[in-house]
């Protein structure tokens, strides 16, 4: 059912251990379109979303390292 809030979140949370942060993060997106003043699923975007920030970081640094 696309519109279970609680599926949408699970499902990102999957996504997040099956190493799929950009399918977890649309997923969560979901989630909070659906509950938007849902305090656990807003956390959990903001979560994933520092951890796709750190993830970038950490792609930009090791690029830049190779190229040396």
Known sequence: DP????IRDQLSRILVRLQR???A???AE???SL???NPRL?????????FLARQ???RASN???ARS
């Open 3 to 6: 519109a279970n809030i609680h």
């Open 21 to 23: 942060p950009d399918e």
């Open 25 to 27: 993060r649309k997923a």
């Open 30 to 32: 979901e989630a909070v």
């Open 35 to 37: 509950d938007p003043t």
């Open 42 to 50: 807003n956390a959990h975007l903001q979560r994933l979303d520092a």
């Open 56 to 58: 970038g970081e950490a």
């Open 63 to 65: 690029g830049s390292v």
